[in-house]
């Protein structure tokens, strides 16, 4: 009778690596042979380390599958202590109204006046530094970029004073990140769009036609544009930017009442509400509409839900090497809850993970007949997030990469945190002076705002250390995490004076 252990150790080894990270996982469970056959490939082993830490490889690298494992364990070690390898310090002082890190490069503007481009280090590179002054024109209020694609696309203001009874003219200009020329991929290289006064009632004065917040993605070939207005409904344009179709121009029911927005991947989009107890919508473009499929509603409170923020990892189009596999990166929600003379009455940073949304927005497809499937808390709370309170403020965004968050820095303290919801309850890392595992419930007891005491039990290590000086805040992308020394007080936006860049191996 055939045996799979009767083969020869290269045909049982190369018939196992045509197995997922999971099969395999089982198939080393098996008997001492396939155990055996796995512990003694190198192939193998680096696949089950790849998926042990949430890693995809693209396999360009001229390393062998050996020395892609070492610096694979190495990289996970060097995160698992929070110990880099290189620091390096970068002179950045000037204000900024707009800024994005995505790939290893940072980009901030001055509202157009200058483009300060930073290629960040890495522990085999140094950092670049480019600016180009008089590169753009006209107001920039906001900007997305995919270096990747070599793009970025920048909202120009027509700068026109407001007005109850004209448009403004919006231009999107979409260039090539590397010269600013038009993209060459962009058939359009102008989308444009205008914003109308507002009429709510007859008998009430027009709302002027001005710009509001702006939150601005480029996912694949989709550019997204969302717009929470003053005193008037959001809205949500979304373009094929390679051939400058509107995907979407949407207020709807919505769009209308959200907050902020976010991506699960190129089709399928995040808005947050703050109605009732708050609540996150999954949607996606049905017909030029947004169709929610998914409603999961947050805990019960007793106060009002001022604003729900949502961030989760870019999506860049191309990555190279070594990298976190983004369909398991975590999104975190920051919700600020009341209000009083002195702001929020209580801050909380609720986690959950990428592939959890995913899995409910393919269980629940969103339709024309607009009838989302609406999870209260206690349905999908528990075992799918954690909450935690916000201590600090998240003035530099960008502060997820996969499943690493850096938390906000904290006032006159030199403590760094990042928490990773990379957890193998199977295969639990042990806490360290540095690493602490947080496997149970979290309760959180806050009268004041929740009806009820909510529990979570998402599982998280927290990672701690002190750093050798205060920060004003932290982000983090790829194999780095960035330390900021800012201030406030900037009159055009916030002014930024140094960037810290502290390097892993990878």
Partial sequence: MFSLNSLPLELLTECLSYL???SLTICRLICKALRHAVDTSILLKYKLALHFDNAIDTCESKQTTS???????ASREAWGRLEWEKETTTPARGDCSAYEVVSGQFVKILWGQELYVLTLPTVDSEAHLEIRSDCLTGLIKDFAMDPSQDIIAYLEDDASPPSSTQERRMSMH???LSDL??????????????ITPHIPHHFIPPVRNVLGVVTMHIVGDVLALFIQYLLRPSRLLVWNWKTGELLTDDSGPYVAGSCHFGYIDAQTFILTEIAEVGSVHIVKIIDGRVRSGVVLHFPPVKV??????TH??????????ISANQERRIHAFTIDYGSDDEGHLASYCLFVHNDYLLRNIHLYPPNADDFPKRMVWSEWGLHNTRLLPLAGTFYWMRYVFGQKVVCPAIEDSTELEVLDFNVHLSKLLPDTPVRTAFVGDSIVEDDEVFESPVHTNLPFYSLKRRMPKIYTG????EQRIIGLKSTDNAGDGLELDTIEVF????
Avoid: N, Q, W
């Fill in 20 to 22: 997922d990270p999971c």
């Fill in 67 to 73: 020395e892609r494992y070492k610096r694979l364990v």
């Fill in 174 to 176: 979409l260039r090539s």
């Fill in 181 to 194: 020329r038009p993209h060459p991929e962009a058939s359009c290289p102008t989308l444009l769009f205008m």
């Fill in 304 to 309: 009002s839900t001022e604003c729900i923020t």
């Fill in 312 to 321: 989760s990892s870019a999506l860049p189009s191309k990555v190279t090497g």
């Fill in 474 to 477: 932290y982000m983090i992308d």
């Fill in 503 to 506: 390097c892993f191996p990878v």
